[in-house]
């Protein structure tokens, strides 16, 4: 909701009240105030100009040579708009001025021309092109004939103003009209508010000779109220009303259209205005529709009804959706004479279930779906007949076609001040409680130790005594609430040691240099088990919103792909993903999926791009292998990690390995199969993930922490001749075993496979680091320790140091 803060002026007494001050009220008062509109934006030197002259730019077709009175002086300006023309006040930015956006308008030359000035569009003042009139929308803003040149054109436009943008609660349907957000602010400034006068001559004619009215469906309209004005002519509406609907983000139409949307503005009653000749059967029937009936709405579009959609008709055929959008049939246009006006409650389920089906929202559905004042139905058809009197030249026949079964009585709450102050945990006196209630304008009695509220029927969010609790809470001040602590046995919160792990899981691996996904739990039945590292049966949705969505996933790495994928598409030639998310695997013993939580991560593209330095490096098996060996490092179990080489389905068959924690395999790692690559349109793509729950829910030693030795370690590097599908794994496990308590570390660190070798052959090298902490190792004490390494991988490897 934007609220004009001259406009609210109107209605409650706001002076000497700054409008972020006020701003900063309300929002303490419980509605949210989200932004704070100088209109005028910082604008400055911004005229009335008069069109004296116009020629035509002898070096540019489309360029106009005019010359402009502004006030003091007539000077030349170049102007490009296809509308401007002799005669026409229009707006002026002088030499000097500042438009939105920092725009600094200077003297200058146009193809030769001087030119003082610009003639302006409203779009260049800062009002956006979906709220400028259609007939200014591809050029310059025409101003009345009234307008003196010279004069200040914001101030003539109500562009010196300030909106309050309010975000509004589902529940404050009261404050979507102007006539609310008054009464709000009068609370919170304990002043009265006033209605806007209604004054009009009545027409010696009966507004009931004229129409007949009929409603057929009671319970989705109980109220419908028709003001007929005759003699009006339609046209523009004045200045005032046309930027009023614009800083309440209203297109101005004519002064017929615009007069509904106003009050609909003011009082949050939506109107509506039917050409009464158009009407041709002088009869309004209100009904459910017939199945498959159409109708062409306003916005040109045939729409195809229901038989639970309430429609407006002549008697014959549909002329409006009730609370939704009028018919194009019934429309108000340049020629019309007499105006129906329309007024009526519809029920928000009905407006509701009808706006969705059609996708169809607007301002007025917006309103009847949360419910409005039944007590300002027929208030507002009487002020939307006296502006049509005032600004149509309109005559008000007399009195209404009316048609009212709908029960206005308020709500009534019955709550004791001491449950008030329970809630709240603080003493409020009675007199403070009764003092808010005044001045929120809910009438009360006070009378055997309890308060008997009268909800006003335009708070139709009041019914429980919790909601006088919040009222009196929020007048009152939310500051005002004392900060106490809770009394009683309590123990201090704070993370279990999974949670605690899984926080240090992602700060690792955000910092390595992934970002976190999160995918849906959702995927199709042939990516479900696609990855999974265990299957089991797929829980299926009873009602999925599509095929793509209809499973629930058995593995994180199809959604990540898909991320990729995504992000590839775009240009993004690096991306480095990984999620922590459940997997679902069958059915527990109360027939919920049973949820495990699992680590992925997928990356692609390059590691390292370092311009400056011409180094690039893409990404490869060990650069994922080395994330989940720090990772591992991390958490305590490097000592128990392996990998060994297996074949998954979609995974490169000479580049993929399972994860093993202390021999038992709890994940997987490997390159993206080529076929799987371009089906995806995918480069190299790498892809890891391993059931985390085991690795955090495993138990892990204490840190034993040595001091740092005096005495020197041994390196011996050694080059092994072994067959070529020999796994280095097993190699290095077998030179771990056989070292003894003196081997410390075993590092591989080359492979060789070429020419120089037996086919079949392959050389793998290890470094060997020998170390006592307590002494210094003898030359003899190193070469028996790596002897007996070289004999046990002679004999269960068949390795042969390389000559």
Not at 202 to 216: F, Q, W
Not at 326 to 354: D, L, P
Not at 727 to 756: C, M, N, T, W
């Amino acid at each position: 909701m934007l609220v004009s803060t001259k406009w609210l002026a109107e209605y409650v007494n706001t002076q000497g009240l700054d409008p972020k001050e006020l701003g900063e009220k309300i929002t303490r008062s419980g509605i949210e105030v989200d932004a704070v509109i100088d209109r005028s934006q910082g604008m400055t030197n911004v005229v009335v100009g008069y069109v004296k002259e116009k020629v035509k730019h002898p070096e540019a077709d489309k360029l106009n040579i005019c010359q402009v009175d502004v006030g003091e002086e007539t000077t030349q300006i170049i102007c490009g708009a296809p509308n401007v023309a002799v005669g026409q006040k229009v707006i002026v930015a002088r030499p000097g001025a500042v438009l939105p956006g920092g725009i600094k308008i200077k003297k200058a030359k146009l193809r030769g021309e001087e030119s003082n000035g610009m003639i302006c569009s409203l779009q260049e003042l800062g009002i956006e092109g979906r709220l400028v009139p259609k007939a200014y929308a591809e050029g310059i803003y025409v101003l009345p004939e009234t307008a003196t040149p010279g004069e200040s054109a914001l101030s003539l436009l109500g562009l010196e103003d300030t909106i309050l943008e309010l975000g509004l609660t589902p529940n404050r349907a009261d404050a979507l009209s102007m006539l609310g957000v008054a009464y709000e602010v009068g609370a919170i400034l304990s002043e009265d508010m006033k209605y806007p006068e209604v004054t009009y001559n009545e027409s010696n004619e009966k507004a009931s000779d004229y129409l007949n009215l009929r409603v057929d469906t009671i319970k989705e309209n109980p109220m419908y109220v028709a003001k007929i004005v005759k003699n009006v002519v339609v046209k523009e509406s004045p200045l005032w009303l046309q930027h009023r609907l614009m800083a309440a983000g209203v297109r101005p139409h004519n002064n017929v259209v615009d007069v509904t949307n106003y009050v609909l503005m003011e009082y949050g009653q939506p109107l509506h205005a039917f050409d009464y000749d158009r009407l041709e059967t002088k009869e309004i029937v209100v009904r459910l529709a017939n199945e498959g009936e159409k109708i062409v709405t306003l916005d040109d579009q045939e729409r195809t009804l229901k038989s639970n959609h309430l429609v407006i008709t002549n008697g014959k055929e549909p002329v409006a959706i009730a609370g939704v959008m009028g018919g194009a049939n019934s429309e108000v246009h340049n020629g019309t004479t007499t105006v129906v006006i329309e007024s009526a409650y519809f029920a928000s389920g009905s407006v509701r279930q009808t706006s969705k089906d059609h996708n169809l929202r607007s301002d007025a559905s917006a309103r009847f779906e949360k419910g409005v004042d039944p007590n300002r139905v027929v208030l507002a058809a009487e002020r939307a007949a006296s502006l049509l009197a005032e600004l149509a030249g309109g005559e008000v026949l007399a009195g209404s076609v009316l048609v009212d079964e709908l029960d206005k009585t308020p709500a009534e709450v019955v709550v004791s001040p001491d449950f008030i102050n329970n809630r709240l945990g603080m003493k409020i006196s009675l007199e403070d409680m009764t003092s808010i209630l005044t001045r929120l304008k809910f009438d009360y009695q006070a009378a055997n130790g309890f308060l008997y509220i009268q909800a006003p029927t335009r708070r139709q969010d009041i019914k429980i005594e919790e909601d006088i609790v919040e009222e009196i809470a929020r007048m009152y001040g939310y500051d005002e609430i004392p900060m106490t602590l809770p009394v009683g046995e309590s123990k201090p919160g704070g993370l279990t040691s999974y949670q605690a792990k899984r926080r240090q899981v992602r700060a690792y691996l955000e910092g390595a240099g992934l970002y976190q996904a999160i995918t849906y739990s959702l995927t199709s039945k042939e990516m479900s088990q696609k990855f999974a590292l265990e299957t089991a049966p797929v829980t299926e949705l009873l009602m999925p919103m599509s095929e793509e969505r209809s499973i629930l996933r058995q593995s994180l790495i199809p959604h990540l792909l898909e991320a990729v994928t995504y992000n590839t598409a775009r240009q993004a030639d690096t991306v480095a993903l990984y999620e922590v998310g459940s997997v679902f695997l069958g059915e527990t013993e109360s027939g919920l999926p049973h949820e495990q939580e699992h680590l992925a991560a997928v990356i692609a593209g390059k590691w390292v791009d370092h311009s400056w330095q011409g180094e690039k490096k893409a990404v490869d098996f060990f650069v994922l292998k080395g994330i989940v060996e720090g990772l591992m490092e991390l958490l305590g179990h490097s000592n128990e990690l392996t990998f060994e080489r297996t074949v998954v389905d979609g995974l490169h068959p000479g580049r993929t390995a399972s994860i093993k924690l202390a021999g038992e395999e709890i994940g997987l790692i490997g390159q993206l199969h080529p076929s799987e690559q371009k089906v995806r349109d995918l480069k190299e793509t790498y892809v890891m993930e391993m059931n985390i729950a085991k690795v955090l829910n495993k138990e892990v030693d204490a840190l034993y922490y040595a001091p740092v030795s005096k005495f020197p370690s041994i390196t011996r590097d050694i080059a092994l001749v072994v067959d070529s599908e020999k796994a280095a794994g097993e190699l290095q496990a077998i030179i771990q075993l056989s070292g003894g308590r003196l081997l410390k570390g075993v590092h591989l660190f080359d492979l060789y496979e070429g020419e120089k070798m037996e086919p079949g052959k392959k050389s793998v090298a290890f470094s060997l680091t020998y170390f006592d902490p307590e002494r210094t190792l003898t030359d003899e004490e190193v070469v028996n320790a790596h002897n007996k390494v070289l004999k046990a991988l002679a004999e269960q490897a068949g390795a042969e140091l390389r000559g």
